[in-house]
C-alpha cells in the first residue's frame, strides 16, 4: 500500500486508501505529549507577535546559552535546527557516499535523507516481539561501516535500550572509527533519563540529536538541536541554509528549555496512563512492547496480518501509525501515541469492542 510515511495528517491516510475522513476522529499516530505546549508559551504569545518583523539570531545565542547551562557543556557543542528532521538531513549530507548502519526498526528518515545523499545502506534488523540490542551482533557491521544511526528510546518501539549497551556500541565505534547518531527525540519522557551528552569528550565521533517538538508539543513551530565535539558542529554548521529557524521558534525554545516542572509533569502522567493502557492490553490479550514513553507497538497475535484490524480502526475513528515503511515490521504492527485519559478511554472501548468480534 502506498500510504503516508509519517504520522499525523489523517487526510492524507484516508485519502490513500479511498475514504472519506470522519467527522470525529481521534489522531492516535502523532507521538505529541497529549498535555500540550506549556501555558508559559501562550502567555508569551502575544509579545511573539511584535518579533515576526525581526530576523532571527542566526547564532542562535540566547537558546544555545540556556542549553549550555542546562547540560554543563559548551555552546560550540551545540547545533539549533528546525526540529530534528533538518538535524537528520543535515548529518546525512556530512555523511554524503558513506557506509551506514541502521539499527531497525527505527525513524524513516535516516534512511531516506541517507539515500538521497548517495549513502550505502545496510540494516541491523532487531528480532521482535522485544527487540533486544546487543553489542556482539552489530560488530561485523560495524567493521565496515562508517556512521551508525541508533535511536533511544526507540522509535516506534518505545524501548529504552540499557546504559551498558549504548556505552558498548560507542566505545566499539571509537574504535572502528564509526560515527555514532543518537538520536534522543523522547529522552524527556524517560523518568530515569541519564544522560550520555557528557560522552562528547570521551567519544570524539558521537553526536547527539534532540526534539523540542515532542515533549513541548511544538511541532508545528520545527525546533531541535544536536550536541557534539565543536570541531564536528562547526563542519555541520555550514552545511544548514541560512535562516533555518525562525524567531518564533527560537522564543518558544528559549521559555520550553526552562520548564523543568512541566516535564515532571508530563512524566509522571505519561507513565501512570501508559501503564493502564499495556495493562489493558495485555488483559485483553494484545500483544504490546516494553515502551517507556509516550507511545508503544501493539498488534493483534491472532492475525497473521493487521490490516483487517487496522481498517476497523480506521472505520472507528481510531487512527494509529500503520508500520508499513519500517523494516522488519512490515505492517505487522500498529503504533498508538498516549492521549488524554478520555480519548485512551475510548481507544480502550474499541479495542474490547475488536476482541469481542475476534
Known sequence: MNLPSHGSNPQHLYKALGRSLPNQFIDFSANINPIGPPSSLKEKWNDFYNEIMVYPDPLAVKIKDRIAEK???????ILIGNGGAELITLVARYLSGKKIVVIEPTFSEYEAACRANQCEIQ???????????????????????DALFLCNPNNPTGIQYPKSTIISILEECENQNCYVILDEA???????????????????????????????????????????????????SALQPHWSINTIALLAGEICIQENEFIKESQIYIREERERLLSFCKQYD?????????????RDP????????????????IIPRHTFNFPGLDGNWLRFAIKSKEENRMLMEVLKEWRHLY
Do not use: C, W
Open 71 to 77: 547540560e554543563k557543556i559548551s555552546v560550540d557543542s
Open 123 to 145: 540494516y541491523h534488523q532487531l528480532k521482535e516481539p522485544d527487540f533486544p540490542l546487543n553489542i556482539e551482533d552489530l560488530r561485523t557491521s560495524l567493521s565496515k561501516a
Open 186 to 236: 523522547f529522552y524527556d519522557f524517560l523518568v530515569d533519563y541519564d544522560s550520555f551528552i557528557p560522552y562528547i569528550n570521551r567519544f570524539s565521533k558521537l553526536i547527539i540529536i534532540r526534539s523540542l517538538t515532542k515533549m513541548f508539543a511544538i511541532p508545528g513551530l520545527r525546533l531541535g538541536y544536536m550536541v557534539a565535539a565543536s570541531t564536528i558542529i562547526t563542519e555541520l
Open 286 to 298: 494484545f500483544v504490546v512492547t516494553s515502551s517507556k514513553v509516550n507511545f508503544y507497538l501493539l
Open 302 to 317: 491472532f492475525l497473521e496480518e493487521q490490516v483487517e484490524f487496522f481498517n476497523f480502526l480506521l472505520q472507528k475513528g
